[in-house]
């Protein structure tokens, strides 16, 4: 299967939706707010889409482009009810509506002899549902965002070496290196490199919940996202 | 930035563990965790003993306040609460040693046995509810039963509690007869299988859709409890005549045997004075 469009993540650019952000905000959404919630929900839709229609990066990247471009025309966001579910549910299951609106209409071409669909490899059929991916992909943007907030908070406070500490520990993959060897390297004692990771764990998850607060409606929702993030 | 799985578990992990550097306790191991909160054994060193730490997010420090207000054998006390410098409250309680009430059933207790931790779980609920408070999610799991026979009633709720399925009343809001609702389900998941049907009267009294219809409070539910274990009848249940003589007769056991005696003595007599 080839591989995943690097759109959505921090460094890489969200497309920008083709209908002004300006009418979402008319519909009661503040710009930023909207900003903030398609940082963090694009990937994960663009993944779920793929997983859960079969789709290639290319096909997968314009239908998620297509959903977030039509739910700002619809208002999509004004119209989403607390009461009724999540944010996050209420988002999976129009992308799930939409798409299949979508993927249906792409077969009626292709019998047609239009539309070409990538076949997908063993390893894409993961066991793993489409439901799964996308509250594992939620989760991972939205780590990869707080990481982003910490990093962006460590250098604008002169805490680049909390970061550096952080980074090379909690960041790396197995194995990570000893609290001796990371001392050692920045001339620091042993204290102060565990005393830098709870200070930058502590951060993270304050940029977590402050990412979550964007993006969910009241105390209640963000108290049951806080719960799927951290249990 | 790409991160994996395993860097991804590790951050949730790491993060997720409370920073108590700056307290008085030292973590040891997580025990329990839930929609309200994580609880850990933690050790507190200036007094030398085991506690129970429960961390939960800052907009739950409602709830240690609102526990701390309980004083009751059966409702675990709280030493102190405090907050973390990541905003999240904690509460230190007494590290209760002893078994879930779902795992306790497992070593198949008397009737009597069960009953006795209904009753206590009864009275703490009816405690509670003079000082205003409810539980909102009273279940086995909430129910621990210690190695000496204590009764805790664990989990306080609040707000945010939406209860458990089997074990919630279906109004909306919950209120006190919603706890009663849990008490009764509580009560029909310990009975044996052939539990006495009176009782099993009670549980269904208790769990009845309208919370008009229900006891009228916790102490009315415990009553009908013991009026079954003093052989009087219940409340809850029009009791056809066949188990009204059985309950009279094992009520009055003593009385039925000396009257059968005493006809019995008669009768020898009166056949000893006709041979």
């Known amino acids: 299967m080839d591989p995943d469009t690097a759109i959505g993540g921090p460094h890489g650019h969200l497309p920008s939706t083709q209908v002004s952000l300006l009418e979402a905000a008319a519909a009661g959404m503040p710009h930023d707010a909207l900003e903030r919630l398609i940082a963090l929900y694009w990937k994960p839709v663009y993944r779920f889409i793929r997983f859960r229609f079969r789709k290639d990066n290319e096909d997968a990247k314009d239908l998620t482009q297509s959903f977030f471009t039509s739910a700002l025309e619809r208002e999509f966001f004004a119209r989403f009810d607390p009461a009724k579910a999540s944010f996050r549910t209420y988002l999976r299951m129009a992308v799930e509506r939409f798409a299949a609106n979508q993927h249906a209409a792409a077969g009626r071409q292709k019998r047609g002899g239009d539309v070409q669909f990538e076949p997908l490899d063993e390893h894409s059929a993961a066991a793993e549902s489409p439901d799964a991916i996308f509250e594992r992909e939620w989760r991972r943007q939205l780590f990869v965002l707080a990481i982003e907030d910490l990093r962006a908070h460590c250098a604008a406070s002169g805490k680049e070496q909390q970061f550096r500490i952080f980074e090379a520990y909690d960041l790396a993959g197995a194995p990570r290196p000893s609290y001796a060897a990371l001392a050692a390297e920045h001339g620091i004692p042993e204290t102060s490199v565990t005393n830098h990771l709870a200070w930058a764990r502590r951060m993270l998850r304050g940029f977590v919940a402050e990412r979550l607060r964007g993006v969910t409606s009241g105390e209640r929702e963000l108290r049951e996202e806080m719960r799927r993030v951290w249990t | ?275």
């Open chain 2, 1 to 275: 930035m790409d991160l994996s799985d395993s860097v991804l578990d590790h951050l949730r992990h790491m993060a997720a563990l409370p920073d108590v550097s700056g307290t008085r306790y030292e973590l040891e191991r997580e025990i329990g965790r839930g929609g309200m909160g994580v609880v850990y054994a933690a050790r507190d060193r200036d007094l030398d003993r085991r506690v129970a730490l429960k961390v939960m997010e800052a907009e739950l420090a409602g709830e240690a306040r609102l526990i701390a207000r309980l004083e009751h054998p059966s409702i675990v006390p709280i030493h102190e609460t405090g907050r973390l410098p990541d905003g999240r409250v904690f509460y230190a309680m007494k590290l209760v040693v002893g078994v879930r009430l779902d795992h306790y059933l497992a070593r198949s207790p008397s009737l009597a046995e069960r009953l006795r931790v209904i009753r206590r779980a009864g009275e703490a609920l009816a405690y509670a509810h003079t000082t205003g408070v409810i539980h909102r999610d009273l279940k086995p799991q909430n129910v621990m039963v210690g190695e000496f026979g204590e009764v805790y009633v664990m989990d306080w709720g609040v707000e945010a509690v939406a209860g458990t399925p089997g074990f919630r009343a279906p109004e909306t809001p919950l209120d006190r007869r919603s706890d009663i609702y849990a008490l009764g389900a509580l009560l029909e998941f310990v009975l044996p299988a052939d539990g006495p049907p009176a009782l099993r009267a009670v549980a269904a009294k208790a769990r009845r859709p309208d919370p008009a219809d229900r006891y009228p409070d916790v102490g009315a539910l415990l009553a009908d409890i013991e009026r079954f274990q003093e052989g009087l009848a219940v409340e809850a249940w029009a009791e056809p005549w066949r188990h009204r003589l059985v309950r009279f007769a094992a009520r009055n056991a003593v009385l039925l045997w000396l009257l059968a005696a005493y006809a019995g003595v008669k009768l020898v007599l009166f056949f000893l004075r006709n041979l």
